[in-house]
């Protein structure tokens, strides 16, 4: 089941801050996020395991909320850099890694100066 | 490190003709993907080995595609024959356990005319 990213596209000032959301409609052992440019390839972010961690790295930090089983990615203070699109990975069920990763469609992050 | 590597890079083609690509992952990484991803939208599990065993192939459509993992190491990813539908980009990733980070290659192209 593919989850779902919302929104589909977000254009920002340098500076601003954004969130992304990611929502399952089954139970989720881990959420990975990466990131994409164009023409690349997606370069991990992080992952997050259920139980409500929250993870960060700079200024890019995410929370999984398992109950609900969405997670949401936060983008503080946003750079140039920052731009590309976001893919939340899912893991369903009781993990492993038996499943591998179901992709979201993305989100389009555009950083404006 | 070196990273993920595939090839060949870009690869045309007519409908009904075949095609091979050819991924190198990580030294050590265990676990090798296969993604498909058309363009505008996230990538999609075609095929997980753990070592050179199949974990999970439910997304391969295996009238027409066949993957597999010699010794363990390189893997090969054949269409035959291909459908205009399977224009895409072809991405291989690895990962040191199959639960933790996803490294994925520059991928492969596929444009079928």
Known sequence: QQPVQSPQAVILREGEDAVIN???SKALYSVHWYRQKHGEAPVFLMILLKGGEQKGHEKISASFNEKKQQSSLYLTASQLSYSGTYFCGTENG????ADGLTFGKGTHLIIQP | EAGVAQSPRYKIIEKRQSVAFWCNPISGHATLYWYQQILGQGPKLLIQFQNNGVV???QLPKDRFSAERLKGVDSTLKIQPAKLEDSAV???ASSFTNTGELFFGE???LTVL
């Open chain 2, 56 to 58: 999970d192939d439910s």
């Open chain 2, 90 to 92: 072809y991405l291989c």
């Open chain 1, 22 to 24: 990611c929502s399952s």
């Open chain 1, 94 to 97: 009781a993990g492993g890694g």
């Open chain 2, 107 to 109: 991928g492969s192209r």
